[in-house]
């Protein structure tokens, strides 16, 4: 039996542009464009991509203004694209998939950045420049108006990490951007960035044996946290020479702690080093600073199995459906001890967002995507989470299976959650994706633009109140 959401797995080659009919109402105050980005293509040639985080870019432009929307997506022309298109086959390494290559362009590859780019991630701006992200430090430029794609985005500097996160942080405060980056090699390290436009300039290097699989870290008021999970690298030079795909070659180490490693953003000294139960995660939720504690809440797993369960065959053909994280939410003690958690409320959460006026900072609500408890399915619903008040509220729709819900505040407002959430979400009832715009107070549904084609499950995107 074919699931229900396969469409969200399938292919999309169609680059349209188009006026998408509006049911209901945007907010008036509702101007700008939310661009997302996912892959598109799940095949090459007659090879299947196998895992989900590997099928190749496609970014999907919504612009909204006077109650309008408008609507287009285009592939991004990396070299992944565009080569493995020409020939039929691929030859990039990614996040699970590894092409047979010589010695040569192994090394090639890991240490000097022979990649195909393949920027599926995420998407940000720094600066005037619009760039889709992976976790290999090559971003992709594009223009946010066509949604062409620009190359590849060279900084100024002398970075050697490998690994990047797609995940950055913005601290308006300070006026910089911050990344984690991982360096592979004899020593090996945690980089911790403060980046502008023109270039990146180092707050800390942790140097660190085995390095751990970091998707996302958090940042407080005058803090970063990076939380090292129990799934590390077992070796630098199998990774580099070996024939494993990237994340093969790390390992879920049940028997060793996970830690977290706190920063001062200003100083870059380690301040403190907190070890804690083994767990995995993706996405951080947020983090603020307490009296000698820091907060911090994540969409947590017991382990990294999480990763086999995305293969698209595992996805499509398998008996299991993937979890979805626990919203944990971790004590920090910073004189000493371990790192204890509670879980909050019953809902499972993925691909966390908040208002990001918050970021760091004691906060209230947390949105995510999520599966309904007991329903045997892919993510299947919204939820809205009240940390204080430890409760949960819940959109869903029959057959349909919506992604990452992007809070945009109403600029008059002065509550937390006067906004709106804006989804991509699969109808899976007619074979069509539309954006979801609902109330962030109370998740009602104020208005859907409907897409006339699918739209493959994605994973990160941003809304910006300018271009228009
Ligand atoms: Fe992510």
Redo the contacts with the bound molecule.
Sequence with gaps: MPKPYQLGFTSQYAEIEAELPVRGALPSWLRGTLIRNGPGQFEVGRTPIPHWFDGLAQLHRFSLSEGRVRYSNRFIRSQSYERDNAAGKIHFRGFAVDPCRSLFQKAMALFSNEQGNNAV??VTRLGEHYLAMTEFPLPMAFNPETLETLGVYGYDDQVKAQIAT??PHYDAQRGFGINMMTYIGLSSAYQLYAVTDKARRLIANLPVQQPAYV??FAVTARTIVLAEFSLRLTSPLALAFGDQPFIRNFRYDAQRDSRFLVVDKDSGALLADIPTDPFFA??HINAYEGDDEIILDISAYDDARLIDSLYVRELLEGNEYPPVGQFRRYSLPLSGGRAEYEVIGSETIELPRIHYGYNGLPYRYAYGASTQAGSGDFINQLVKVDVQARTAQVWREDGCYPGEAVFVPDPHGQAEDEGVLLAVVLDSRVGRSFLLVLNARDLSEMARAEVPQHIPFG??GQFWSKPN
């Design positions: 991630v995420n797609a995940h998707h996302s993706f996405h994973f990160h």
